[in-house]
Every structure is written in structure tokens, then in C-alpha cells.
């Protein structure tokens, strides 16, 4: 599964962004579908994830209130409705899938670039 992530961009502190995450070549049903964040210098940072099949959601701490993690079947997406953004969440965002999380996520997008502005 090859996976696109898009919706990056430059917003104020405060402001809203809405990433989503679509795969080519298959489709998420299996999978659980993670967001991750990082910046130069900084380890890759868990966001938030979904599982597809009943849709369940997990959330860091550091974003939990503020991110809404959810898929569209129709569309065969996975969205990350980000709003009240900090500089602090200034980072490249990935997608990634993985059939048991608990053993990594194989599968990952390319990254979208986010920038808060104070």
C-alpha cells in the first residue's frame, strides 16, 4: 500500500488545517492508520491513530483536544482536523498503516509540511 499525504500548509497560531491520507494500490480496510509529526533534530512524534474497521482512535496527549482523527469510507481517506494550532505543532506529518500497530506501521507517506506561525 502506497500512501498520500496532503493538506499542509502555513497557518497562524490558532488557526485550522485538515490533512488527509489516501492510499494507491489497496485499500485501508485492514489496516490501522496512524499520524506521526516531526521536526529537524526531533524523533518522530505519535499523533494519532484510527482503526479502520470500527474506527476507534487514540491520541497523544499533546494534541488530545485539539486533532479529530477520522476516516470516510466512501472516500477511502483518513483526515486529521487540526484546529487551535500551536508553533509547537510545526512539523511534517506522515500517514502511515499498519496491520498490528504493536509491531510498527510498514507503510508510510511521503510527509506534508505544517507551519505554525506565533
Known amino acids: 500500500v502506497q500512501l498520500q499525504a496532503s493538506g499542509g500548509g502555513l497557518v497562524q497560531t490558532g488557526g485550522s488545517l485538515r490533512l488527509s491520507c489516501t492510499p494507491s494500490g489497496g485499500t485501508f480496510s485492514r489496516y490501522t492508520i496512524g499520524w506521526f509529526r516531526q521536526t529537524p533534530g526531533k524523533e518522530r512524534e505519535f499523533v494519532a491513530r484510527?482503526?479502520?474497521?470500527?474506527?476507534?482512535?487514540y491520541y497523544a496527549d499533546s494534541v488530545k483536544g485539539r486533532f479529530t482523527i477520522s476516516k470516510d469510507n466512501a472516500k477511502n481517506a483518513v483526515y486529521l482536523q487540526m484546529n487551535s494550532l500551536k508553533p509547537e505543532d510545526t512539523a511534517v506529518y506522515f500517514c502511515?498503516?499498519?496491520?498490528?500497530?504493536?509491531?510498527?506501521?510498514?507503510?508510510w507517506g511521503q510527509g506534508t509540511l505544517v507551519t505554525v506561525s506565533s
Open positions: 502511515a498503516a499498519g496491520a498490528d500497530p504493536g509491531r510498527g506501521y510498514p507503510y
Open positions: 484510527i482503526i479502520w474497521s470500527f474506527g476507534g482512535t
